[in-house]
């Protein structure tokens, strides 16, 4: 086992695969997408054998027929060899179409079809003579070309040769026909050739696509550095976005930090969600959320609440329904100005009760919210 084969012996990752993709790395098989253009190829010349066999013995006709104009008006060749021409060309036209749309989505059947601008920038490394010839004369490269020629060869020859053998007879009784006989003669055997020609080439690319999986499988293999490199990148990267994370929820916290003493009362799902809204009634047209949140900025804005004195409020229909229609900055919804009343109407008979002025309030679990406004979480 060589050197290399003991340093790539791990699976390749996710990753890992998809880096060989950008670097235009696929498993794929050229002798799959020759063998599905010319079987397609084939089976159109099958189906249109009829008509080509026409047009084939037409332009025999044309051509023969045409000898002693031809001998007599020199230019007259040119005219017939372009009809010959245009009228094999339209024939032809519809088959060329699908080789073309078979060449190009033959590739989706084996590695998928990819398309990288890293494959085809210039990079000076590929210029350096050691490295190419490096590869061009491989050792271990140049024995498995010879393998792989030898062995589609061997598989060609084997049936092609067996072919000749049980229709030797036939093909040695065309030199004995006219030229038009013999076409005509000649297309049940050219059907048979063509299709041991399919079946060769059925053996090749199913040799062809285990040689090229199997050597995929091999080159996307990693290295001991390799993995240790990538598990590096990808946990500076989730480090990085953690601590994108921590600084974001600085500043939202911040920001809750600033707002929230503000409040004139924070509304709470109780733990879920929260949302603080002010009010001021000698200004402010309806009340507003100056800040609002799940989760962690929940928690964050519950406990500035805490520190600061601010008024919680657990009423969890409201808490939600105002979070999922209300945006930040702006005023609440005016089919929540009643609820919102109530509870603001609870925290200044509070405050009064804390100055010693009326009776504790009553906490009103109803609020009447419309049903257009409940949220589920």
């Keep these: 086992m060589s050197h290399e084969a003991q340093e790539k012996q791990h699976q390749p990752t996710s990753k890992h695969i998809s880096d060989l993709r950008k670097q235009g790395i696929v498993m794929r098989s050229r002798d799959l997408s020759g063998g599905l253009v010319f079987t397609v190829t084939v089976a159109m010349l099958i189906i249109m054998s009829a008509q080509l066999m026409m047009s084939i013995k037409k332009n025999f006709s044309l051509a023969f027929s045409s000898i002693p104009d031809v001998i007599h008006n020199a230019n007259y060749l040119g005219a017939i060899l372009k009809k010959i021409a245009l009228a094999n060309f339209y024939q032809l036209l519809p088959i060329f179409i699908i080789m073309l749309v078979v060449a190009i989505l033959s590739p989706f059947l084996f590695g998928g079809w990819n398309f990288t601008l890293d494959a085809i920038q210039f990079k000076l490394s590929k210029l350096n003579p050691t490295n190419n010839l490096g590869k061009l004369f491989s050792y271990k490269n140049a024995l498995i070309e010879i393998a792989r020629s030898i062995v589609k060869a061997s598989i060609f ?38 299709l041991f020609l399919c079946i060769a080439l059925i053996f090749t690319v199913i040799f062809d696509i285990a040689y090229h999986y199997f050597r995929y499988q091999q080159q996307a293999k990693m290295s001991l550095q390799e993995v240790k490199d990538e598990q590096k990148d990808t946990e500076g990267s989730v480090e990085s976005k953690r601590k994108m994370r921590l600084k974001q929820l600085a500043m939202v916290k911040q920001r809750i930090n600033y707002s929230v003493p503000k409040a004139s ?22 009340p507003k959320v100056i800040a609002k949140g799940k989760g962690i900025i929940a928690y964050q804005i519950r406990k500035a609440a805490i520190s600061h004195g601010i008024s919680i409020y657990q009423a969890p229909d409201l808490a939600r329904a105002i979070y ?37 309030p009553e906490i009103i679990e109803d609020l009447s919210i419309p049903k257009e406004f409940i949220y589920h979480e």
Excluded: R, W
């Design 324 to 360: 999922f229609t209300t945006k930040l900055g702006s005023e609440i919804h005016p089919g929540l100005y009643k609820p919102v009343a109530i509870v603001l109407s609870y925290v200044y008979q509070l405050k009064n009760y804390q100055y010693g002025v009326g009776k504790h």
């Design 157 to 194: 020859l084997c049936i092609l040769t067996f072919f000749l053998i049980s229709n030797l007879n036939d093909i040695i009784s065309l030199m004995n026909l006219q030229v038009i006989s013999a076409i005509t003669a000649s297309e049940y055997l050219i059907k048979y050739f063509i």
């Design 265 to 286: 009362v924070v509304i709470t799902n109780p733990t879920h969600y929260a949302v603080a809204l002010k009010y001021n009634s000698g200004k402010d047209k309806a």
